[in-house]
């Protein structure tokens, strides 16, 4: 398996290359993450994430997701929530400075085990109210479908519940319905992301890695190289 997860690191690798000829930024993001189980069907998702500008100049947007969750069974779950998204810019010419986005959401969950590896799709509909300087804000809706691969790298046995463990995710955006508000394209953006983790206990995980953000414009394309910290935490 770990033969398949790394030709999987390989395959992407190469997929970012196909990405030429792009605005190239650097940034940093920051992420938390948590969930939280009520009950044997009930429980609650919350992520908090910071994200810079380019070269880390400075805090470019926040975005704050509470949710509650419905387990259908071990391997399957939905959520709904909400996005709190401000973005600060440092535009001149412009009144508007912070920009935010409020967003419903919607998700289905699958998370499984492929041997050794743990295996986890996400299938996530976003209803997206959000601002623009100098123009009226508009409302459209997004698709997002993401994939993550999870390697242990030190023995365990049939449960992983501590060590060293590699991550591989990749997750699709598409503009599903008023996309001309946008790009004017179906395709958004792409984030692929190689991590090295440590799992404290089967509560907690953290992980450093780099993130990959392919994002279509109406007129260009960006692609933007993150350095991304996060913590993972279940109760």
Do not use: C
């Not at 779950?77 to 935010?100: D, E, F, H, M, Q």
């Not at 780099?210 to 993972?232: E, P, R, T």
């Amino acid at each position: 398996m770990k033969k398949i997860f790394f030709s999987s690191v390989l395959f992407f690798v190469l997929a970012l290359h196909g990405f030429a000829q792009t605005v190239n930024q650097n940034a940093g993001w920051l992420m938390f993450l948590n969930s939280t189980k009520i009950n044997d069907k009930w429980g609650l998702h919350f992520d908090f994430q910071m994200q810079s500008a380019n070269n880390w100049e400075y805090l470019r947007r926040i975005l704050v997701r509470p949710g509650i969750t419905y387990f259908i069974n071990k391997n399957h779950r939905v959520t709904a929530g909400y996005l709190y998204n401000p973005t600060y810019n440092r535009l001149i010419g412009t009144s508007k400075n912070t920009l935010t986005e409020n967003t419903i959401w919607e998700q289905y969950l699958i998370a499984h085990k492929l041997y050794a590896v743990a295996v986890t799709h996400r299938f996530r509909l976003e209803q997206r109210f959000m601002e623009r300087s100098n123009a009226d804000g508009f409302f459209m809706q997004r698709f997002r479908y993401f994939f993550r691969v999870l390697q242990p790298l030190s023995k365990s046995k049939d449960t992983f519940n501590q060590g060293i463990y590699a991550a591989l995710q990749d997750e699709v955006f598409f503009n599903v319905q008023h996309k001309e508000q946008v790009n004017g394209r179906l395709f958004d953006q792409n984030r692929v992301f190689l991590a090295l983790g440590y799992r404290f206990s089967p509560k907690i995980d953290a992980e450093a890695g780099y993130l990959n953000q392919y994002i279509k414009g109406s007129s260009n394309a960006v692609s933007n190289h993150v350095i991304q910290l996060s913590i993972n935490t279940r109760f």
